[in-house]
């Protein structure tokens, strides 16, 4: 599968299988984790994985949207560390677009679990939880998890806004004819 392929074929997968994902598969997406780009190569992220299935569980709980984590094979929580680099959040994202690629590449099913939220308030809670689920320093963010398995579900393709919608040419507003 070609990159534009995997990218055009992703999907959130919410259903998995019951198989149980290789320790060196879970290693080829830390793989692909690792070399994302990141603000001046700072790197400000890391990494935990979690196949237990009392930990998936609990953290399933964290809140409405991530119930389908309890029945992933793995989740993979990304951290950054603002004590590294500024851009932790960006940098914490891109790694998670290149496991969810990968993983597209490679036939496996994933979704986001959004953990980190623009408002504080929630996002203390959200990431107080899995912190201390995960035992994580208080000085590393928790930005999202990703959940993993083996796909049990093919989901329809989710709408997109029309590109001739959301561009614009040279100037704002200005639209090209066609496009
Ligand atoms: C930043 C971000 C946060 C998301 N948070 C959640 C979430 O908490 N729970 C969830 O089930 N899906 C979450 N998603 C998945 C989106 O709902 C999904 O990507 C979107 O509906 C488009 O569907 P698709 O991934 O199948 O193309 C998130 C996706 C992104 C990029």
């Not at 993979?76 to 998670?96: I, K, M, N, T």
């Amino acid at each position: 599968m070609d990159v534009l392929e995997a990218i055009c074929s992703r999907r959130s997968i919410k259903k998995f299988k019951d198989d149980r994902i290789g320790a060196d598969v879970l290693s080829s997406l830390l793989e692909a984790a690792r070399v994302a780009p990141s603000g001046g190569n700072k790197q400000p992220r890391e990494y935990v994985v979690v196949t237990e299935r009392d930990s998936l569980e609990q953290l399933a709980a964290c809140h409405p949207f991530s119930r389908w984590l309890s029945g992933a094979s793995a989740g993979l929580v990304l951290l950054g560390d603002p004590a590294v680099g500024a851009y932790w959040l960006e940098d914490a994202c891109v790694a998670g677009q290149n496991i969810w690629l990968a993983c597209t590449g490679m036939g496996l099913g994933v979704a986001w679990s959004a953990i980190f939220q623009q408002e504080p308030v929630e996002s203390a809670r959200r990431e107080g939880y899995v912190r201390g689920i995960l035992g994580i320093p208080d000085r590393f963010r928790v930005v999202a998890i990703l959940g993993i398995g083996l796909p049990d579900e093919v989901p329809v393709p989710k709408e997109r806004r029309a590109l001739s919608e959301v561009t614009h040419w040279e100037k704002f507003g200005l639209k090209q004819a066609g496009v």
